[in-house]
């Protein structure tokens, strides 16, 4: 039981450039969530997912794009890179039960644009 | 906007010490509370709060929610070096029309102990 994975845990990509951030869960969680975290900013979340096929803009959507395509993976992709997208990104999960409400957190991926 | 303010933002204590982290909170649908601990990577779970006054505990932390005042404490006791981390508050509510409440974060406690 790996719980949630993130890949890759570090990239450096030049301003324009595109890549795909993959998390994935093995815990079979109906929510799945995209947050990015800044130095003094705490965790700001940037899309999420109720299900398979779903998705919603979180707090600071611009410049990203995600797809949930299968229930255990959820993609966060950025088209054409910015410095400003320069930050560690985390990948959440949570099952739907009721009462459930704590978010499993992947180890992160940490991300510079040049 | 949902708001949630931690204080202080930074503390350095010596081994020992007590220490209380602070977490105020202005969240439309407020859900619950939670508390993670984050060292090197990626938060971890501490305790969820959803009732006033109940106060739950874990070997040397624990905390409490009041929902009147809206604001809930972390209390760490007799603290140890392994202690050091960033202290993340989260607020679980807002708008549930697309099927999910979310977590609003705080910029979080950084806390050093020191030997």
């Known amino acids: 039981n790996a719980g949630v994975t993130q890949t890759p845990k570090f990239r450096v990509l030049k301003t324009g450039q595109s890549m795909t951030l993959l998390c994935a869960q093995d815990?079979?969680?109906?929510?799945m969530y995209w947050y990015r975290q800044d130095p003094g900013m705490g965790l700001r979340l940037i899309h999420y997912s109720v299900g398979e096929g779903t998705t919603a803009k979180g707090e600071v959507p611009d410049g990203y794009n995600v797809s949930r395509l299968k229930k255990q993976n959820f993609l966060l992709g950025l088209e054409s890179a910015a410095p400003s997208q320069t930050s560690v990104y985390f990948c959440?999960?949570?099952?739907?039960?009721?009462?459930?409400?704590?978010?499993?957190f992947g180890p992160g991926t940490r991300l510079t644009v040049t | 906007e949902d708001k949630v303010v931690q204080s202080p933002l930074s503390l350095v204590v010596h081994e020992g010490d007590t220490v209380t982290l602070n977490c105020s909170y202005e969240v439309t649908n407020f859900r619950s509370l939670l508390w993670y601990k984050q060292e090197k990577k990626a938060p971890t779970f501490l305790f969820m709060l959803?009732?006033?006054?109940i106060e739950k505990k874990s070997g040397r932390l624990s905390s409490i929610l009041d929902k009147k005042e809206l604001f809930s404490i972390l209390n760490i006791t007799a603290t140890q070096t392994g202690d050091s981390a960033i202290y993340l508050c989260a607020v679980l509510g807002g708008d549930s029309g697309a099927g999910s409440y979310q977590l609003t974060f705080g910029k979080g406690t950084k806390l050093s102990v020191i030997p």
């Open positions: 959803t009732s006033s006054g």
């Open positions: 959440a999960s949570r099952s739907r039960r009721p009462g459930v409400l704590e978010q499993y």
């Open positions: 815990m079979n969680h109906e929510y």
